[in-house]
């Protein structure tokens, strides 16, 4: 089994006590949904981190819950031993039915770019629907992503012949960094919702 293989299994068996959430739409206001705000554990969700590691590499990731209703993703992309990349996850019920249209989040980064990610089945090693977001040094921004702009990828490749991302087929979401930037990194969350 290749290395990559083992780190994956390992990291993936370390995994098994997080549950998939049930989702509870916590506030809706002009046809937006929130589904994690970060005031408190309990309506920010179970975060996760996935780094390099699972393929040899050395960066480091964590996500914290901040005193003042917010959550930083935060940590150190490395290049070193073929790696460069970190990111968070997190578990959505199937029960999420409505025909939402896209994402909206309110977030303040660090002039670096971040990938927004989805799953539509719960294996963590399949592909991802993914769009990019630019963040402006120490700026709140609201970010608001349609679903058809999502673009399904596979360890970076871009796949052909998958189905438009719908969200009553999402279970997973998650906030990832690559392209290329190393050194340290943090994006801080207010909060990330749904809209019609």
Sequence with gaps: MPT?????AYTLLNLTFVKTISL????????????????????????YTVNDEVMGGISTSQ??????????????????????????????????????KGVILRARGDGKKYNIRFR????SDNYAYQAKIHTEKNEWMEFKLPFKDFVPTFRGNILQNK???????????????????????????DWIGFYE
């Design 4 to 8: 990559w293989h083992k780190h994956l």
């Design 24 to 47: 509870i739409f916590i506030t809706m206001v002009k046809g937006k949904t929130i589904i994690f705000d970060f005031n408190t554990a309990v309506t920010s969700g179970i975060w």
């Design 63 to 100: 996500m914290k819950l901040n005193d003042n209703g917010t959550s930083t993703f935060k940590g150190e992309v490395s290049l070193d031993n073929n790696g460069g990349f970190a990111s968070i996850r997190a578990s959505i019920d199937y029960s999420l039915q409505s025909d939402f």
């Design 120 to 123: 539509t089945n719960r294996n």
């Design 163 to 189: 189905p438009a991302l719908l969200s009553k087929d999402i279970c997973q979401i998650g906030i990832l960094i690559a392209d290329k930037q190393p050194g340290n990194f943090e994006l801080t969350l």
